[in-house]
């Protein structure tokens, strides 16, 4: 019977020798893992460290670009409000637009717009569609 006992326990005499180094001393695999994890945690934390500093430097410069992006922006969208009463200045004839919205079959404003960007010349207006 003490047999039966070996054979079933025989398994853990190998787990045994394998924890047992040359020397016949045990080492603790909990020991090892929280020494692997110490070290990955401190590596880890110079990494992070790093990134921080680096996305604090980047933090300015995306605030930088930003700012200029906006300007640019309301700089176009001035230009194009200016573009626009400058358009509105412009005198054309409704008999025109009335030519080329039968003619063409746009829109009236679409019309007026033409005419009025070739400054309410009819030809130039009606080249500029056929184009």
Known sequence: M?????EVNGGDS??????????GNQDDPAQKKSAKHDSG????ERVTDYAEEKEIA??????????FIGDVRNKEAAEKMAKERELL???ISKEDVDLIVTEFEIS???AERVLREHHGNVVD???????
């Open 89 to 91: 200045k412009v005198a």
């Open 58 to 67: 980047a933090t300015d410069e995306v605030k930088g670009a930003m700012s």
């Open 125 to 131: 207006a009606l080249t500029a569609l056929t184009n």
């Open 14 to 23: 190998d787990e045994h020798q394998a924890e047992t180094d040359h020397q």
């Open 41 to 44: 945690a401190a590596d880890l």
């Open 2 to 6: 003490s047999d039966d006992v070996h």
């Open 108 to 110: 009236r404003p679409k």
